[in-house]
């Protein structure tokens, strides 16, 4: 599983990710559980941007296929937390 979620942090963002922690993370809202699961932090290196990102799978509904995420600790993103919520609010602004 980290594999791929290296391999999605290299390819998204660039420069090279090792793997640092795994963290579990339960965001809520209004008392109900939006997201729970496990956030993998990892050093980045050759990367102009960010020396540090998070990484996490969620199932994709209706198939057995993971959507990667990948997102960068940079400005507002301090912590995995911060990634979960920023990658929440990015989904909503899709949908």
């Known amino acids: 599983m980290t594999s791929e979620l290296k391999t999605a942090i290299e390819s998204q963002h660039g420069g090279r990710a090792t793997l640092v922690q795994s963290v579990p993370v339960k965001e809520t809202h209004a008392g109900q559980t939006v997201w729970e699961g496990v956030v993998h932090v990892f050093n980045l290196a050759d990367n102009p941007k960010a020396t540090r990102a998070y990484a996490w799978s969620s199932p994709i509904e209706g198939s ?3 959507r990667y995420f990948a997102v960068l600790h940079m400005g507002a993103i301090k ?10 609010v990015a989904e ?4």
Not at 92 to 95: F, I, L, T, V
Request: charged share 35%; proline share 6%.
């Open 64 to 66: 057995s296929k993971r």
């Open 92 to 95: 909503h602004r899709k949908g």
């Open 79 to 88: 912590s995995p937390l911060d990634a979960v919520r920023a990658a929440i």
